[in-house]
């Protein structure tokens, strides 16, 4: 953490438990599999998270205590059993409050997800539970707490268990979690048909998500302009603008503003970056491009928003 109490570091899934001092039911972590950490927590004490960007996923049942989540710019307070979630793409920190705490934990990697070729293991980052503008939290009735404590309670039982394939029990698990929190609260997913129109939106989308976060001034963001999505995609950017304009109902370069001013937002609000630094990492040539475009689609300016983070910070 910097002198001005912002963050400017991704933790991995290692550093993040070594940090935290938590018990861990397990931590597997096999060659070609990933890593994933079971763990849970009953305590009194209040607890606190750093804000920071974190390389894994993250998923746990709260089922009983309270506290408040801070996901990129919004504070969501929860005080009822919930399902969280948190992913490599969104900067996150949370406090939990006094008073008894039960929760299970589960992090991985993307390579524990993707496994060695095990099936349906698509990325992550397209789901529609771990995307940037998602809720990360899901409020549960009781009905739907005992349908998903039985399955966080399988985690811990086939982690700690000697089974020999017990990598792809865990997987499998995992999936059925997922599909039951979508089935709690469908996320609004783009309709992408089946055909090649379909297909190009998707892989601009992937390739889209996939350049973020920025993580260091050293290596800005490759790609800036649809023309150089469209040459990655080896399509004519037209017929890329004209395919994500008809799936999704705006102009690529406006998928690639909301996704710029996201990042921009998030490190001026927690790196210490400078605002020099963040515009030619996001690919301006100039400070005051940056801050015409930052003006024109957020109604304030960069240093507006780096001072409201330090005043807060």
Not at 127 to 143: A, H
Not at 206 to 235: D, I, K, M, S
Not at 268 to 282: R, Y
Not at 297 to 306: A, E, I, K, S
Request: proline share 6%; net charge neutral; with cysteine.
């Amino acid at each position: 953490m910097s002198q001005t109490g912002l963050v400017d570091s991704t933790e991995t899934i290692h550093e993040y438990h070594r940090t935290c001092q938590v018990d861990l039911t397990t931590a597997i972590q096999t060659p070609g599999l990933g890593q994933c950490n079971i763990y849970t927590t009953e305590q009194s004490r209040p607890r606190r998270l750093a804000y920071g960007r974190r390389t894994f996923y993250k998923m746990h049942l709260l089922s009983v205590g309270s506290g408040c989540l801070h996901h990129a710019s919004r504070s969501l307070r929860v005080e009822r059993p919930a399902l969280i979630f948190t992913n490599p793409l969104v900067p996150y920190s949370a406090h939990y409050d006094a008073g008894p705490q039960q929760a299970i934990y589960c992090s991985f990697n993307e390579e524990f997800w993707q496994g060695s070729g095990w099936a349906n293991s698509t990325s992550l980052a397209g789901s529609p539970l771990f995307r940037p503008d998602s809720s990360p939290v899901l409020l549960l009735e009781n009905e739907q707490l005992a349908r998903l404590r039985p399955l966080f309670e399988q985690l811990v039982s086939q982690a700690t268990s000697d089974y020999a394939h017990r990598c792809e029990v865990l997987h499998t698990f995992l999936q059925l979690i997922l599909h039951e929190a979508l089935r709690i609260e469908p996320q609004p997913e783009q309709a992408i048909p089946p055909n090649a129109t379909g297909r190009i939106v998707a892989l601009f989308l992937g390739l889209l998500n996939r350049q973020f976060p920025l993580v260091t001034v050293a290596q800005p963001l490759p790609l800036r302009t649809p023309q150089e999505y469209a040459e990655a995609l080896a399509v004519h950017v037209n017929c890329l603008n004209r395919a994500v304009r008809d799936v999704t109902g705006k102009t690529t370069s406006q998928h690639l503003a909301e996704r710029l001013v996201l990042e921009a937002t998030t490190l001026l609000q927690h790196s210490h970056w400078s605002i020099s630094d963040i515009a030619d990492a996001l690919g301006f040539a100039y400070p005051t491009y940056f801050h015409k475009f930052f003006k024109k689609h957020t109604g304030t300016t960069p240093l507006q928003v780096r001072q409201a983070a330090l005043v807060e910070g």
